[in-house]
C-alpha cells in the first residue's frame, strides 16, 4: 500500500472531523463521512488548503445502500479502504421509564447497526490487503453506566462487544480492531447539545476529573492515529480509555 484510505463516519465536526485532519496529517486520503454534506465538505476544505487527500461522502450509517454508495465513492476516489473509524453516534438523556420504542431503535440503528453496516462494506478491501485497522469509538458510559443514558449506554456497550469479536475473527486476516471510550469531550456536537440535560455542570465534571478537565477530540485522534499505524499490529481487541481517568480498567 502505497498510501493507505481511511473511512470517518460522523466525520464532519468534533472528534470525528479531527481524526480526519490528523488522518490527513499522516498521509493518509480520507473519506469524510456525516449526514451533513456541506459540513463534511468544509472538513475535506480544511483538510485540502493543508496539501491532503479528503473526499466528502453523504450516507445515513444505519442504511446499507446509501454506506455501499459512499463507499463506493471513496474508492474510486482513492483505491480500496484499509482503515476505519467508526465514530457517527447520537446519545440523549431520557429517565428510562420514558425511553420509547422509536428512540431506542433510533440509538441502536446508528450507534451498533450502523458500526456493523460500514465494516461490512469495507472489509473485503482490508481482506484482499491482508491489513487493516478498524477503530470503534464506544463510551466511558458503556463501561460505567450512566444515568438516564440506558440506550446510548447499551448500544455503546454493544460496540465494545463487537469490537472483541471481530478482533478474534478478524486477527488471522491481518485485520487489528479496536475501541476507543471518551468521556465527556467538550466541543462536540453531541456534548453542546445535552450539556444542559447533563446533572452537573462542565467546570464539576472536570473537577471530577483525576486530570481536572475535559477531554478535547485531539486527545480521541492521537490515540486513533496509534491504533491507525503499522506500530499496533499486535494491539486487538483493546478498549484504549481516552478518559481522563474517569473509567480505571
Same mark, same amino acid.
Given at each position: *500500500?502505497?498510501?493507505?484510505?481511511?473511512? &470517518?463516519?460522523?466525520?464532519?465536526?468534533?472528534?470525528?472531523?479531527?481524526?480526519?485532519?490528523?488522518?490527513?496529517?499522516?498521509? #493518509?486520503? &480520507?473519506?469524510?463521512?456525516?449526514?451533513?454534506?456541506?459540513?463534511?465538505?468544509?472538513?475535506?476544505?480544511?483538510?485540502?488548503?493543508?496539501?491532503?487527500?479528503?473526499?466528502?461522502?453523504?450516507?445515513?450509517?444505519?442504511?446499507? *445502500?446509501q454506506v455501499e454508495a459512499a463507499v463506493?465513492?471513496?474508492?474510486?476516489?482513492?483505491? +480500496? &479502504?484499509?482503515?476505519?473509524?467508526? $465514530?457517527?453516534?447520537?446519545?440523549?438523556?431520557?429517565?428510562?421509564?420514558?425511553?420509547?420504542?422509536?428512540?431506542?431503535?433510533?440509538?441502536?440503528?446508528?450507534?451498533?447497526?450502523? =458500526?456493523?453496516?460500514?465494516?461490512?462494506? &469495507?472489509? =473485503?478491501? /482490508?481482506?484482499?490487503?491482508?491489513?487493516?485497522?478498524?477503530? $470503534?469509538?464506544?463510551?466511558?458510559?458503556?463501561?460505567?453506566?450512566?444515568?438516564? #443514558?440506558?440506550?446510548y449506554s447499551s448500544s455503546k456497550g454493544?460496540?465494545?462487544?463487537?469490537?472483541?469479536t471481530l478482533a478474534l475473527e478478524l486477527?488471522?486476516?491481518?485485520?487489528?480492531?479496536?475501541?476507543?471510550?471518551?468521556?465527556?469531550?467538550?466541543?462536540?456536537? /453531541?456534548?453542546?447539545?445535552?450539556?444542559?440535560? *447533563?446533572? *452537573?455542570? =462542565?467546570?464539576?465534571?472536570?473537577? #471530577? #476529573? +483525576?486530570?481536572?478537565?475535559?477531554?478535547?477530540?485531539?486527545?480521541?485522534?492521537?490515540?486513533?492515529?496509534?491504533?491507525?499505524?503499522?506500530?499496533?499490529?499486535?494491539?486487538?481487541?483493546?478498549?484504549?480509555?481516552?478518559?481522563?481517568?474517569?473509567?480505571?480498567?
Open positions: *500500500m502505497t498510501q493507505k484510505v481511511a473511512l &470517518v463516519t460522523g466525520a464532519a465536526a468534533g472528534i470525528g472531523a479531527e481524526i480526519c485532519r490528523q488522518f490527513a496529517d499522516e498521509g #493518509m486520503a &480520507v473519506g469524510v463521512l456525516d449526514l451533513k454534506l456541506e459540513a463534511a465538505q468544509k472538513v475535506v476544505d480544511e483538510i485540502a488548503a493543508k496539501g491532503g487527500k479528503a473526499v466528502a461522502l453523504a450516507a445515513d450509517v444505519s442504511d446499507r *445502500m463506493a465513492k471513496l474508492r474510486d476516489a482513492f483505491g +480500496p &479502504v484499509t482503515v476505519l473509524v467508526n $465514530n457517527a453516534g447520537v446519545a440523549g438523556w431520557i429517565p428510562f421509564e420514558e425511553l420509547t420504542d422509536e428512540v431506542w431503535d433510533r440509538t441502536m440503528a446508528i450507534n451498533l447497526r450502523g =458500526p456493523f453496516i460500514v465494516t461490512q462494506t &469495507v472489509l =473485503p478491501d /482490508m481482506k484482499a490487503a491482508n491489513w487493516g485497522r478498524i477503530i $470503534n469509538i464506544s463510551s466511558s458510559s458503556a463501561q460505567s453506566g450512566t444515568a438516564r #443514558m440506558a440506550h454493544g460496540l465494545i462487544s463487537f469490537t472483541k486477527g488471522p486476516l491481518g485485520i487489528t480492531v479496536n475501541n476507543i471510550p471518551p468521556a465527556s469531550i467538550a466541543g462536540t456536537v /453531541m456534548y453542546e447539545e445535552t450539556k444542559h440535560l *447533563m446533572p *452537573m455542570t =462542565p467546570e464539576q465534571a472536570a473537577a #471530577m #476529573m +483525576p486530570v481536572r478537565r475535559l477531554g478535547e477530540a485531539e486527545d480521541i485522534a492521537n490515540a486513533a492515529v496509534w491504533l491507525a499505524s503499522e506500530k499496533t499490529g499486535y494491539v486487538t481487541g483493546q478498549t484504549i480509555g481516552v478518559n481522563g481517568g474517569r473509567v480505571i480498567s
